[in-house]
Nanobody, 117 residues
Framework: QVQLVESGGGLVQPGGSLRLSCAASGFIFSIHTMAWYRQAPGKQRELVATITSADTTNFADSVKGRFTISRDNAKNTVYLGMNSLKPEDTAVYYC???????????WGQGTQVTVSS
């Protein structure tokens, strides 16, 4: 069955770095647009970054210049590199896979990122 398993979250001090991973299985990873979303307590889920099957990337304004997104199709894994972390980056981060032409829209369970001193 389809699985998206996030890992790499944790507690980090302001200014620190983390790299999140999302391991995918059960679908054709290489043809899906992959994305990272986040949801902070009391707030709506928001899009953080996307990477298409052609490796085109896009970022929310709030993370531009600090976050990177990449994918390894051989490992069916997407990564989110996070640098210069701020307390407002604290949230549960979710991995998403989508291919509108196939009407697929898959979600992981999320991984907690807490930025605090």
């Amino acid at each position: 069955q389809v699985q998206l398993v996030e890992s790499g979250g944790g507690l980090v001090q302001p200014g620190g770095s983390l790299r999140l991973s999302c391991a995918a299985s059960g679908f054709i990873f290489s043809i899906h647009t992959m994305a990272w979303y986040r949801q902070a307590p009391g707030k709506q889920r928001e899009l953080v970054a996307t990477i298409t099957s052609a490796d085109t990337t896009n970022f929310a304004d709030s993370v531009k210049g600090r976050f990177t997104i990449s994918r390894d199709n051989a490992k069916n894994t997407v990564y989110l590199g996070m640098n210069s972390l701020k307390p407002e980056d604290t949230a549960v981060y979710y991995c998403n896979a989508r291919r509108p032409a196939l009407k697929t829209d898959y979600w992981g369970q999320g991984t907690q990122v807490t930025v605090s001193s």
